[in-house]
C-alpha cells in the first residue's frame, strides 16, 4: 500500500489513518542494481508497525523490555531522565551487540524551556598514538584486526554521563532505577529472533571465553530463541553500581577488571588503563539549533558531527526549496532523494574535513556558525544540478585557520537510540553506542567493552595536512550520532523527539524523518518507515526491497550511482499530535528492529 499525503500540517494531525499510512512496500525485484554489503548490525527482518499513543507520558526504545522499564519509572513518578538509567541499563541487557555500561552515549535533554547536551563519548587512553592501528613495521591493520581486543577500547563514558544528567534532572533515588536491569539480569529474559541471528553470524565473539560462555552452549552454537539467558554476573555488576553510584565502575574492582581485560587480551592488546578509567569525565555542552521553516531543531553537538550535518542538509534543503519525498502516485519522490542525496554529500564533505572533538581541533572560526552561515550553506547549495556530482569537496572557508586533511574512518557502530518524554512535558533523545556489534567482542564482569577507538581516522596524515579526526591521548572520537528535538518555533512547544543507530549513516536517517514530517506532512511513525535512501559523499544508497526498479531507473537517470543495501535503522520517535482538538503523545518504532512505544 502506498503512502498518502494525509496531513495538511504536521503540527495539527489526526490519527486516523495512520496505520495505513505506514505499510509503504512498492516491492520489486531488481536484478540490475548492485547489492553492497549489509551494515555491521545486521538486519533481521521488517515487521510494520502502526504507532503508540498516549497523553501524559511516553517512551519508545529498541526493545520492549526496555519500554516496559522507562514505562516503569514514569508511572511511579520518574523524569526523562530517570527514565534513560532504566531504559539504558535493560539495554545493555537484552540488547548486548548495540549498548551498554561499557560504551558511551550522547544526551538531549529538554526541561520545559532550555535544551541542554550532555557528552558521554569515549576517550582515548593516555598511552595512545598516530600509529595505534599500525603493525610495529608500519604496515596497517586490517580493519577487524583494528576491532577486536584490547586495542580498539576507549573509556566508557555512558555511566558518568547518565549520573551528571540524574544529579541535575533526576527525581527517584538513583538505585531504583537499577532495579528493572538487576531483576531480570537475575531471572534471566528471553533470547529475540535477532540477537540469535546476530550471535549465529557472528564470528570473534567464541574467541572470548566469557562471551563464549554466555552467549553460546557447550558446542558454540548460538542460544536458540526463547532460551532464557540469565547474567548473574552483570546483576552483581549493577548492584554495586546503584548502591555506589559511577565512581563504583570509575574506580575500584570494575575498573580494574577492565584494565585487566584490555591489557590481557592475547593477540591485541590495549593501553586502557586503570587511572584512564578513573579521570574520565562527561560533560555539558551546548546543543546545535537551528530554524527551518516553522521550526526549530536541535540536536547535539561535537564530538558528534550529528548535529551540524543535520543543520547544514536542512538549510542547503531549505536553499533548494525541497518539495515532498513523496510524489503524486505514493512512492518516494525521485527529485526530492536526488535533492537529499545531494545536500548529504556536500554536508559529508565538511564533515570529514572540519569536524573532530573540539577540545582538541577549533571548528572553523572557533564555532559552528561558518558551517551553517545561510550565505554559505546557499554556496553550497548552488552547486546541486539536476545531475548527480557524485564525489563533493568541502567547501572554503576563509575563517579556517588550519588546513586539515580528510579523515579515513570506516565508523561501522552497532548502536540504539530511545526517546522519552515525561508527564512534565520534559524530554530526552539518547543515542548509545559500543560501536561494532558486540564491540571489542570482550567481556567483563556481564558487558562488553565497546571498541570506539576505530572511530578515529585511521590515518594521521594526508597531503593537505593533519587529519581533524585522528587519534590523540584523551580525545573522543568523531560520531555520527544525532539524538534531536523539533519545537514550534513560535511557541516553543516540544513536536519531535527522535534519533537512531546506524554508524554515519544516522545523518541520513534522522534527516529523513525530518524532511517526511516537514515537507510531507507525515506522522512520525510513517516517516519512520519510509525507506531509507540517502549519500555519505560516496554512493546513492537506497534500502533493499523497499523501492521500485522505476524509481531508481529515475535516479540513475540523474546520474547517481545506485547501490542497495541493508540498511537497519533503528529509529524510535515521539510526537505531539493534535487529535480531535487534544494534544497526545504519538510514539513510533522503527519496523526493522524490535523496538515499541509504551505510555500513559
Not at 548492485?34 to 555491521?40: C, D, E, F, K, L
Not at 541471528?197 to 558454540?220: C, I, M, T, W
Not at 570494575?254 to 579521570?279: F, M, Q, R
Not at 505531539?576 to 526493522?592: S, Y
Amino acid at each position: 500500500m502506498k503512502i498518502q499525503k494525509i496531513f495538511s500540517q504536521a503540527l495539527t494531525l489526526s490519527i486516523l489513518g495512520s496505520a495505513a499510512g505506514c505499510a509503504f512496500n512498492p516491492v520489486l525485484p531488481i536484478s540490475s542494481v548492485s547489492i553492497t554489503a549489509p551494515v555491521p548490525e545486521g538486519a533481521s527482518g521488517y515487521s510494520e508497525k502502526s504507532g503508540w499513543m498516549a497523553k501524559k507520558f511516553m517512551v519508545a526504545t529498541a526493545h520492549p523490555l526496555a519500554t516496559d522499564a522507562g514505562y516503569q519509572i514514569l508511572k511511579a513518578g520518574g523524569s526523562a531522565v530517570d527514565a534513560s538509567v532504566a531504559v539504558q541499563m535493560v539495554l545493555g541487557l537484552v540488547e548486548p551487540q548495540s549498548s551498554g555500561i561499557g560504551g558511551g552515549a550522547f544526551l538531549l535533554h529538554f526541561d520545559g524551556r532550555n535544551v541542554k547536551s550532555f557528552d558521554g563519548r569515549e576517550t582515548a587512553p593516555a598511552s595512545v598514538n598516530e600509529n595505534l592501528f599500525r603493525h610495529p613495521d608500519g604496515k596497517a591493520m586490517e580493519f577487524m584486526e583494528r576491532v577486536v581486543g584490547g586495542r580498539s577500547v576507549g573509556t566508557p563514558g555512558v555511566l558518568r554521563m547518565l549520573e551528571m544528567a540524574h544529579k541535575r534532572y533526576g527525581k527517584l533515588p538513583w538505585a531504583e532505577l537499577f532495579v528493572p536491569a538487576i531483576r531480570l539480569a537475575e531471572d534471566g529474559f528471553s533470547v529475540t529472533p535477532r540477537l540469535h541471528a546476530l550471535l549465529k553470524n557472528e564470528v570473534f565473539l567464541r574467541k572470548d571465553p566469557a562471551s563464549a560462555a554466555y552467549f553460546y552452549d557447550q558446542h558454540g552454537k548460538p542460544w536458540p530463541v526463547g532460551h532464557l539467558l540469565k547474567n548473574p554476573d552483570l546483576a552483581k555488576t549493577l548492584r554495586e553500581i546503584a548502591m555506589g553510584g559511577a565512581d563504583t565502575f570509575y574506580s575500584g574492582r570494575i575498573a580494574t577488571d577492565i584494565a585487566e581485560k584490555v591489557k590481557s587480551h592475547p593477540v591485541n592488546p590495549g593501553g586502557l588503563t586503570v587511572a584512564d578509567i578513573g579521570s574520565y569525565q562527561a560533560k555539558l555542552r551546548e546543543p546545535i539549533c537551528f530554524d527551518y521553516k516553522i521550526w526549530s531543531v536541535c540536536g547535539v553537538p561535537p564530538p558528534s558531527s550529528g548535529g551540524i550535518a543535520i543543520a547544514q542538509m536542512m538549510g542547503i534543503l531549505e536553499a533548494k526549496g525541497i518539495g515532498s519525498v513523496i510524489s503524486s502516485n505514493g512512492e518516494l519522490d525521485a527529485q526530492a532523494v536526488h535533492l537529499f542525496s545531494e545536500a548529504g554529500r556536500l554536508a559529508f564533505a565538511d564533515r570529514d574535513r572540519y569536524v573532530a572533538d573540539t577540545d582538541f581541533v577549533p571548528l572553523p572560526g572557533n564555532s559552528v556558525q561558518p558551517l551553517l552561515d545561510k550565505n554559505y550553506l546557499a554556496i553550497r547549495a548552488s552547486l546541486i544540478t539536476e545531475k548527480s556530482m557524485n564525489k563533493a569537496l568541502p567547501g572554503n572557508l576563509p575563517t579556517m585557520k588550519a588546513m586539515w586533511g580528510t579523515d579515513t574512518s570506516p565508523e561501522l557502530p552497532s548502536t540504539s537510540h530511545f526517546s522519552i518524554v515525561d508527564a512534565d512535558g520534559h524530554a530526552v533523545a539518547m543515542t548509545t553506542s559500543i560501536e561494532s556489534a558486540f564491540g571489542a567482542r570482550q567481556m567483563v564482569d556481564g558487558f562488553l567493552l565497546n571498541n570506539q577507538l576505530t572511530d578515529f581516522s585511521f590515518d594521521a596524515f594526508d597531503a593537505i595536512g593533519p587529519i581533524a579526526n585522528r587519534v590523540q591521548p584523551g580525545k573522543r572520537p568523531r560520531s555520527a550520532m544525532s539524538p534531536t528535538f523539533v519545537f514550534e518555533k513560535a511557541s516553543n512547544k516540544l513536536v519531535l523527539v527522535i534519533g537512531s543507530p546506524g554508524g554515519s549513516a544516522i545523518i541520513n536517517y534522522v534527516g529523513k524523518v525530518l524532511i517526511g514530517m516537514m515537507n510531507a506532512g507525515l506522522n512520525v511513525q510513517e516517516a519512520i518507515s519510509l525507506p531509507n535512501f540517502g549519500s555519505r559523499n560516496g554512493p546513492t544508497e537506497l534500502e533493499q526491497g523497499r523501492v521500485s526498479s522505476i524509481f531508481v531507473q529515475a535516479l540513475r537517470d540523474r546520474g547517481h550511482d545506485v547501490r542497495l543495501m541493508e540498511q537497519t535503522s533503528g529509529l524510535q520517535g515521539i510526537m505531539r499530535m493534535n487529535v480531535h482538538g487534544e494534544q497526545v503523545w504519538f510514539g513510533g518504532a522503527d519496523p526493522r528492529r524490535e523496538g515499541s512505544a509504551k505510555g500513559d
